[in-house]
């Protein structure tokens, strides 16, 4: 788990009587539960509408589970505040990750929260093994971590996507090489592990 401060309250004990005092954002990073699902819900429907499982990108997702270990969240003193997943795909016959959705509250937006879950995001798959991120997002935000349109000239998506905002990022120099063809998600179905766990269920 890491922790950013990204504000600092002064001189509380001489504030004058009554005087509200903001409290300073106290941002956290962990890995999501399952008690976070509705308020992870209500915060992507407030970042992306009820359009959003409509997106190309979404159909990667559907039905499956993110990829072990990288399902993060942002707490603000316990309060969901930002959240990104990462998605299991083959990509041209490479094994890579899908990044999204990247979301944070408009209440926190401005504090560095995007990039903080980007980073432990990136940092994590480093460390688990995967050695290629596919994401579909806006090109000048995401090439700060190293993502770019070139790495993804060969790939396909399921459904109509602007190619510009159609990026990768290479964990391991090469792990993209003469990918080519169709994305398809590789992740495990969720009908599939709720089967499995009431057979141990019923076992026990």
């Given at each position: 788990m890491t922790l950013l401060s990204n504000a600092v309250l002064s001189a509380v004990?001489?504030?004058?009587?009554?005087?509200?005092?903001?409290?300073?954002?106290?941002?956290?990073?962990?890995?999501?539960?399952?008690?976070?699902?509705?308020a992870?819900?209500?915060?992507?429907?407030?970042?992306?509408?009820?359009?959003?499982?409509?997106?190309?990108?979404?159909?990667?997702?559907?039905?499956?589970?993110?990829?072990?270990?990288?399902?993060?969240?942002?707490?603000?003193?316990?309060?969901?505040?930002?959240?990104?997943?990462?998605w299991p795909v083959q990509a041209g016959g490479h094994a890579a990750l899908l990044l999204g959705p990247l979301a944070v509250a408009k209440s926190h937006r401005s504090l560095g929260i995007g990039a903080k879950l980007m980073r432990e995001a990136l940092w994590r798959a480093a460390m688990l093994g995967h050695k290629a991120v596919l994401l579909v997002g806006d090109a000048p935000y995401y090439a700060r971590f190293g993502f770019e349109a070139s790495l993804t000239a060969g790939l396909d998506l399921p459904g109509p996507v602007d190619r510009a905002r159609f990026l990768a990022f290479e964990i391991e120099d090469g792990a993209l090489d003469g990918a080519k063809g169709m994305v398809i998600a590789t992740g495990e179905r969720r009908a599939l592990r709720r089967r499995a766990q009431q057979a141990l269920k019923q076992a026990a």
């Open positions: 004990a001489a504030a004058p009587a009554g005087l509200a005092i903001s409290r300073a954002p106290e941002i956290r990073i962990s890995q999501e539960s399952p008690f976070d699902a509705a992870r819900e209500a915060l992507l429907d407030e970042a992306f509408g009820p359009a959003r499982d409509a997106k190309t990108s979404a159909r990667l997702r559907e039905g499956r589970l993110p990829a072990e270990g990288l399902a993060l969240v942002a707490r603000d003193h316990g309060e969901l505040v930002g959240t990104l997943r990462c």
